[in-house]
């Protein structure tokens, strides 16, 4: 469990990761030393510093979710997944529960380079058969709200307590 300094300096670093270390001390009623020192235990615990460009700034302009119906065998699902996971044009793979057993999200630029991805998908060893979505309009994209509102609902736990 995070401390409540941690999370106040973790949703400033969300907000905005290139502040200062100085601006966010003062923010976060925490010395520099301390702020220097929790930003490298986050990144020790697998926190990412980064940016986030929408894909169709690149010329990334056809976004696809691609539901697949695996075989059961262990093998067969763990050699699948080792070499999906390899697909650059595949930016999320998730393990659901219904009818089909992954979602990949495909983000690539054209017809084209969809259709020759999804044969690839389709030819993996525990593929047995594939749905597909295409995205026509994507009216919200945006991982942050998700964690900001965690945060602050952690944050308002700890001041009840």
């Known amino acids: 469990m995070l401390s409540k300094k941690d999370l106040l300096l973790l949703k400033e670093l969300i907000k905005d990761s290139r502040q200062k270390i100085t601006?966010?001390?003062?923010?976060?009623?925490?010395?520099?030393?301390?702020?220097?020192?929790?930003?490298?235990?986050?990144?020790?615990?697998?926190?990412?510093?980064t940016i986030d460009v929408d894909p169709k700034n690149l010329g990334l302009n056809l976004t696809a979710y691609i539901l697949i119906v695996a075989d059961p065998h262990r093998e067969f699902r763990k050699e699948t997944d080792n070499l999906i996971k390899e697909f650059k044009e595949v930016s999320q793979i998730h393990y659901i529960l219904g009818r089909f057993d992954v979602i990949a999200e495909v983000i690539v630029k054209d017809m084209d380079e969809f259709r020759s991805v999804l044969t690839r998908i389709q030819s993996l060893p525990a593929v047995k058969k594939t749905e597909t979505l295409m995205v026509y309009e994507t009216t919200k994209r945006n991982k942050i709200d998700p964690l900001l509102k965690a945060i602050e609902d952690q944050l308002n736990l700890t001041q009840k307590s």
Do not use: H, P
């Not at 925490?30 to 926190?47: A, C, P, W």
């Open 23 to 49: 601006d966010l001390a003062v923010k976060c009623n925490l010395t520099r030393q301390s702020v220097y020192e929790k930003i490298k235990e986050f990144i020790n615990k697998g926190v990412e510093f």
